[in-house]
């Protein structure tokens, strides 16, 4: 079945070290997005790749990075995870970035920070 | 500022019995709506969309109501089972702002738990 797949799904990563979280899709869409989820939220898009182009949200910090070496892997880099960074990190994909395109999710990667 | 909101954070329903789910917007130029079905631990799952030139869709045992006059959106479970407890998040696609394309403006999200 054509999906998006997340690894690892529990990630446990100590106060200041980088860490990588994965993302893949089989859908071939050309959208990918990464979103942040805090316990009891809404989730909270950081930002989103349009094929190659990169798209940051305003107040997305820079301690977060993103990288799409092609159309089906993104991955989200937090470069010095602090305990507020604390989350489910969700990655989804759409077909294109137009209005009225469903955004599909991956079951999320929960990460934890000592 | 404009927003996607839920008017109830925590729904509890009897198996078997109907589920209404209700949801305000205020960005009356938004013209998609998603309502999204999150069980815990999971990411969110599609359940229905719909567009702004309808005011009424039905998927299986769902039905999503629009009511573009009052900004309301609501979503409608049938027979509610056990395997309906989970998060419901509505979504827009706003419109006239920098965020015209595709991007999701979600709710707070609903607690739907159904009791035996």
């Known amino acids: 079945d054509a999906m998006v797949i997340q690894n690892p799904r529990y990630q446990v990563t100590q106060f200041g070290k980088p860490v990588t979280l994965s993302c893949s899709q089989t859908?071939?869409?050309?959208?990918m997005y990464w979103y942040q989820q805090k316990s009891s939220q809404a989730p909270k898009l950081l930002f989103h790749?349009?094929?190659?182009?990169?798209?940051n949200e305003a107040d997305t910090p820079d301690n977060f990075q993103s990288r799409r070496p092609n159309t089906s892997f993104c991955f989200l880099d937090i470069r010095s995870p602090g305990l507020g960074d604390a989350a489910m990190y969700l990655c989804?994909?759409?077909?294109?970035?137009?209005?009225?395109?469903?955004?599909?999710f991956g079951p999320g990667t929960r990460l934890t920070v000592t | 500022g404009e927003s996607v909101g839920l008017h109830l954070p925590t729904l509890s329903v009897q198996e078997g019995d109907n589920s209404i789910i209700n949801c305000a917007y205020s960005?009356?130029?938004?013209?998609?709506f998603i309502w999204y079905k999150q069980e815990s631990g999971k990411g969110p799952q599609f359940i229905i969309d719909?567009?702004?030139?309808?005011d009424k869709r039905q998927g299986q045992r769902v039905t999503v109501l629009l009511n573009k006059t009052v900004k309301h959106l609501s979503l409608q479970i049938a027979a509610t089972q056990p395997g309906d407890s989970a998060v419901y998040f509505c979504?827009?696609?706003?419109?006239?702002?920098?965020?015209?394309?595709?991007?999701?403006?979600f709710g707070a999200g609903t607690q739907v738990v159904v009791t035996p």
């Open positions: 989804a994909t759409s077909r294109t970035r137009d209005r009225g395109y469903e955004q599909y």
């Open positions: 859908l071939n869409h050309n959208v």
């Open positions: 790749y349009y094929d190659k182009d990169f798209n």
């Open positions: 960005n009356s130029a938004s013209d998609y």
């Open positions: 719909i567009r702004s030139n309808m």
């Open positions: 979504a827009e696609n706003r419109v006239g702002t920098t965020d015209s394309w595709g991007k999701l403006q």
